[in-house]
């Protein structure tokens, strides 16, 4: 079974600075996928940013990007110029590989992540 | 664009009654998903549904519930008899074939058990 923990419950940023969730997985399987997903106030869980892990390229989408350390188990968000509605919870999810097979996302108990002005 | 719909959004229920929680998952998504999220906990998985049969399903998916997809739209989940601990955010998701399969998820289904 994959465990996934984010060791941060809560943080806080200040708008346009920088922030980094951190986020550790256990797993026995090779091929497998890390995301992070954003859940803001309104409840709906939404994709950030994934990550394959065969590829040895940290993932970027805009301001969001990751930093994976295969060996050390460890996939980090990393919010660049934080704005105000980046304020929500982030979790930090597994699901093994291949992809297009249907596999559950394990999440991790989340980050709840407040940008103040 | 395309999105996951949920109804409804929020339900009250006795404890010991059965409630029908619906998706409506994206047309053309070939895999549905439910988790769920009690106050303040992580989002759990709870059973995963493809080509009309479940695919894989977690400790916390006993007898108590099920899945259908009644018509080519929608997805339920059913408890049979709920229990106080039921009580949390239901959310469906649905993953198509296409590229990385990414799940998309509905706003959630409140449950509150009386």
């Known amino acids: 079974a994959q465990t996934v923990t984010q060791s941060q419950p809560e943080m806080s940023v200040q708008e346009a600075e920088t922030v980094t969730l951190s986020c550790t997985y256990d797993?026995?399987?090779?091929?497998?996928?890390l995301f992070w997903y954003k859940q803001p106030p309104s409840r709906q869980m939404i994709l950030v940013i994934r990550?394959?892990?065969?590829?040895?390229q940290n993932a970027t989408e805009n301001r969001f990007s990751v930093n994976f350390q295969k060996a050390a188990k460890s996939f980090s968000l990393k919010i660049s110029d934080s704005q105000l509605g980046d304020t929500a919870m982030y979790f930090c999810?597994?699901?093994?590989?291949?992809?297009?097979?249907?596999?559950?996302?394990?999440f991790g108990k989340g980050t709840s992540l407040l940008v103040t002005p | 664009e395309p999105e996951v719909t949920q109804t409804p959004s929020h339900q009250v229920t006795q404890m010991g009654q059965e409630v029908i929680l619906r998706c409506v998952p994206i047309?053309?998504?070939?895999?549905f998903y439910w988790y769920r999220q009690i106050l303040g906990q992580k989002v759990e998985f709870l059973v995963s549904?493809?080509?009309?049969?479940?695919?894989?399903k977690s400790e916390i998916f006993d007898d108590q519930f099920s899945v259908e997809r009644p018509d080519g739209s929608n997805f339920t989940l059913k408890i049979r008899s709920t229990k106080l601990e039921d009580s949390a955010m239901y959310f469906c998701?649905?993953?198509?074939?296409?590229?990385?399969?990414?799940?998309?998820f509905g706003p959630g289904t409140r449950l509150t058990v009386l």
């Open positions: 999810a597994f699901m093994k590989g291949p992809a297009n097979s249907g596999y559950a996302l394990n």
């Open positions: 998701a649905s993953s198509g074939m296409d590229g990385f399969n990414e799940q998309f």
């Open positions: 797993t026995s399987e090779n091929n497998y996928y």
């Open positions: 549904f493809y080509n009309n049969e479940i695919s894989e």
């Open positions: 990550q394959e892990a065969y590829k040895q």
């Open positions: 047309s053309n998504h070939l895999y």
